[in-house]
């Protein structure tokens, strides 16, 4: 399992999947250097701090989806997705981790794979009835688990031991809450397949209508609880201020869930109606067709509104998630970590930047090879601005580019090679934060006012 996580990490390089540093062996220990990732699994942040919303789960399972396609695209599968393996970078990204089950597909995409690995809660059907599968769709089911977990902090499929739990993914019945959007429904139901070929791709989840547009659940959202709420009479002033802040008091989804009150939707994995067909991916507009599930059969209610034509109305969502269990650094903290120790508080009024800046650099848009690797050659003109940087940083340690070309064979098991992925890492990480002082800073310009003339004339 060691061998194959340090083989797939040293072949796999993603923005969204951690990245390997150096590997130092021992007479008893292997020691795997990575990247820090400071807040901690995503499993701890859910469950101690509930729930996601869909606006803030829609790009983090973006992201874990990137992760995941460009695994398969290299002939790697995962087959231990899970929440504890997901490392939150900061509130509005994320890592895969622990490629301790992952193995690499020789024979195409098609091979067939016998052994059982990863968690049960998180195990295909197949995993359970048959002998042989294939590595993608139970990749595939995984993340359908995992979005389920990350919308309704629970899982699908729950028994108190193994033997039963077995028994209730194989029976395939499961419940989803009724104040889920329809967009994060559909594609829910629409991964959650028992028969693994009926499973969508990767390609299918990332153009799915949650993950394209992460605000459409909740404008489907607010636009229902809209359809349900009563007008408010407008009558005394303090009365009706009074008012809006007990509505602005609870989050979306808590008013939603009040007004609308929606029963639980019984699912199985195992229908084959009409339900499993392709259109997940059609389009929903707000104000037409909305679709409503009760009891796995399918019932069409026509939401029509009556001013069509008019400028759609700005809403504000007041659900912010504030949960952490870690230190991250947000934005909204006003403070970005300098990668010594402390916080670096911005000072937004009084901004300089400097002409070498690495704001302008762009160093976290590289990819390529050399980040895991340096480049096989002694001429610095044909490197990329990144990795001629990291040399010449390199060169004032006393790492030459001859000491780099040695160590290539040696992989992350080399000091000099581990040096230079650090270098590589930090560098990227002060043009990341360079960026992002700017980017604050400027949006915390006081605006100038401009001073209005006004004359009047006394009669």
């Known amino acids: 399992m060691l061998s194959s996580e340090i083989a797939t990490l040293e072949f796999v390089h993603h923005p969204n999947i ?20 400071r807040g901690g699994e995503l499993y701890n942040h859910i469950t101690q701090g509930g729930p996601l919303r869909e606006i803030h ?85 995984a993340l359908g688990i995992l979005l389920y977990f990350m919308v309704v902090g629970d899982m699908p499929f729950r028994a108190p031991t193994i033997p039963g739990l077995k028994a209730a993914i194989l029976k395939g019945d499961y419940l989803l809450p009724g104040q889920l959007s329809l967009p994060c429904i559909r594609l ?74 929606k029963p639980a939707i019984s699912m199985n994995t195992r229908q084959q109606d009409e339900m499993f067909v392709d259109s997940f991916l059609h389009p929903i507009e707000k104000g037409h067709e909305v679709m409503q599930y009760s009891g796995g059969r399918k019932e069409a209610n026509v939401a029509k509104t009556a001013n069509s034509n008019c400028t759609p109305k700005r809403y504000l969502f007041c659900g912010t998630l504030k949960k952490k269990i870690t230190p991250i650094e947000t934005e909204p903290e006003k403070q970005l970590s300098n990668g010594v120790g402390g916080a670096v508080k911005l000072s937004p009024w009084n901004v300089e930047v400097a002409s070498d800046c690495p704001m302008f650099k762009n160093y976290d848009g590289e990819t390529g090879n050399f980040i895991m690797l340096p480049s096989d050659t002694d001429d610095l003109s044909q490197l990329t601005a990144l990795e001629f940087e990291a040399r010449q940083l390199l060169a004032e340690l006393g790492i030459t580019s001859e000491m780099l070309r040695n160590a290539l064979p040696s992989g992350p098991r080399s000091d000099i090679i581990g040096s230079y992925r650090i270098v590589i890492n930090r560098l990227q990480k002060q043009s990341w934060l360079a960026r992002k002082h700017v980017e604050m800073a400027l949006q915390e310009m006081p605006k100038i006012e401009k001073k209005i003339e006004r004359s009047c004339c006394i009669l």
């Not at 951690?18 to 795997?32: A, H, I, N």
């Open 188 to 261: 829910i139901q629409r991964i959650l397949i028992h028969i693994p070929a009926q499973r969508p791709t990767i390609d299918d989840m990332l153009n799915s209508q949650f993950v394209i547009c992460p605000k459409l659940s909740a404008e489907l959202m607010q636009h229902e609880l809209n359809q349900h709420s009563k007008p408010v009479k407008r009558s005394i002033f303090w009365v009706r201020s009074k008012s809006r802040r007990l509505r602005k008091s609870a989050s979306l989804r808590e008013r939603y869930v009040d007004a609308v009150k």
């Open 18 to 37: 951690l990245r390997l540093f150096e590997v130092v062996e021992t007479l008893g220990r292997v020691y795997l250097v990575t990247e820090w990732i």
């Open 57 to 141: 789960a829609a790009p983090l399972f973006k992201q874990l989806l990137l992760a995941v396609k460009h695994m398969h695209s290299l002939g790697y599968v995962h087959r231990d997705i899970k929440a504890e393996n997901v490392l939150l970078l900061s509130e509005d990204r994320l890592k895969l981790a622990d490629f301790g089950f992952s193995t690499q597909l020789i024979n195409g995409a098609n091979q067939k794979l016998d052994t059982f690995c990863g968690s049960p809660p998180y195990a295909a059907p197949e995993l359970f009835s048959d002998d042989h599968y294939i590595g993608a769709p139970v990749d595939v089911w």
